[in-house]
């Protein structure tokens, strides 16, 4: 099992920056990928940025430079640096991980969310 808590939502102004946080417990070792998803009403959950056990990066071509994703395994906290921040950004964000278990199946975990707002 994996448990996945997000913060540091809020609101902001346009152009201004927040940093999202989740904290991950739980059978971290098996941890392969971890990825911020958002959902902004009435739209498709979009999957925003990846990182993989390796550090390799990926981000949507909507926050390509804008947005950072980075993990501090001593803290076992996954981030989201969100600079440059636009009133389209403005959903609820959560983070995923990608987990490997017996007979390479692969599970998958939810945070509860939470909402960016970015104002104009």
């Known amino acids: 099992q994996v448990l996945l808590v997000e913060s540091g939502g809020g609101l902001v102004q346009a152009g201004g920056s927040l940093r999202l946080s989740c904290a991950v417990s739980g059978n971290i070792a098996s941890i392969r990928a971890m990825n911020w998803y958002r959902q902004a009403p009435g739209k498709q959950r979009e999957l925003v940025a990846s990182i993989t056990d390796a550090g390799s990066t990926n981000y949507a071509d909507s926050v390509k430079g804008r947005f950072t994703i980075s993990r501090d395994n001593t803290k076992n906290t996954l981030y989201l640096q969100m600079n440059s921040l636009k009133p389209e950004d403005t959903a609820v964000y959560s983070c995923?991980?990608?987990?490997?278990?017996?007979?390479?199946?692969?599970?998958?975990?939810w945070g509860q969310g939470t909402q960016v707002t970015v104002s104009s």
């Open positions: 995923n991980a990608k987990r490997l278990g017996y007979s390479s199946t692969y599970y998958y975990y």
